[in-house]
T-cell receptor, first 116, second 111 residues
Framework: DTGVSQDPRHKITKRGQNVTFRCDPISEHNRLYWYRQTLGQGPEFLTYFQNEAQLEKSRLLSDRFSAERPKGSFSTLEIQRTEQGDSAMYLC??????????????FGEGSRLTVL | GNSVTQMEGPVTLSEEAFLTINCTYTATGYPSLFWYVQYPGEGLQLLLKATKADDKGSNKGFEATYRKETTSFHLEKGSVQVSDSAVYFCARMEYGNKLVFGAGTILRVKS
């Protein structure tokens, strides 16, 4: 499978613990995005990278959240001191820039976080 | 502010019925518009797109026309199948190639 892969698919943790999610984008894609999706809502933008540079962070990304893409390939999203409100599906997407006129983002299946 | 608004679901239809899922947007200028679909247990997939006014996106029997006059991008299909049961998300693109999504509409098709 050469699509976007995310790991783990499911994570259950206790409040106050740290969690880390990994995303492996499509290999030639230089842009990588993180989104968060809660039940009954559409995905909300968190942050994105072009190669290894983090170009934008949403106000939703509190200081407990940090994302990296150290070599411009895979990315990690870490949440420190998790809170129950962090429970959500965390989605990763990648795209190729320049992408022509498509602007298509390819999404992974997501990592579901449950904070008890 | 800039947003995407979809009709609320769930939408329940019988097989071969006509489908419309409404989507309107607010934005500065004329952003590219998209419909994504999420089948049970799978990730979001691009269904169709339109990059400028009056463009019609189409795929798998689904269509949507970019209407700048009404700032709408309604999704239609003439005859739905049980396999179309999924969650449908309307989205617009903004600076940075980011997508802004609507809340999603659940479609259930009964045989």
């Amino acid at each position: 499978d050469t699509g976007v892969s995310q790991d783990p698919r499911h994570k259950i943790t206790k409040r106050g613990q740290n969690v880390t999610f990994r995303c492996d984008p499509i290999s030639e894609h230089n842009r990588l995005y993180w989104y968060r999706q809660t039940l009954g809502q559409g995905p909300e933008f968190l942050t994105y990278f072009q190669n290894e540079a983090q170009l934008e962070k949403s106000r939703l990304l509190s200081d407990r959240f940090s994302a990296e893409r150290p070599k411009g390939s895979f990315s990690t999203l870490e949440i420190q001191r998790t809170e129950q409100g962090d429970s959500a599906m965390y989605l990763c997407a990648s795209s190729l820039l320049p992408q022509g006129s498509t602007g298509e983002l390819f999404f992974g299946e997501g990592s579901r976080l449950t904070v008890l | 502010g800039n947003s995407v608004t979809q009709m609320e679901g769930p939408v329940t239809l019988s097989e071969e019925a006509f489908l419309t899922i409404n989507c309107t947007y607010t934005a500065t200028g004329y952003p590219s518009l998209f419909w994504y679909v999420q089948y049970p247990g799978e990730g979001l997939q691009l269904l169709l797109k339109a990059t400028k006014a009056d463009d019609k996106g189409s795929n798998k029997g689904f269509e949507a026309t970019y209407r700048k006059e009404t700032t709408s991008f309604h999704l239609e299909k003439g005859s739905v199948q049980v396999s179309d049961s999924a969650v449908y998300f309307c989205a617009r693109m903004e600076y940075g190639n980011k997508l802004v999504f609507g809340a999603g509409t659940i479609l259930r098709v009964k045989s």
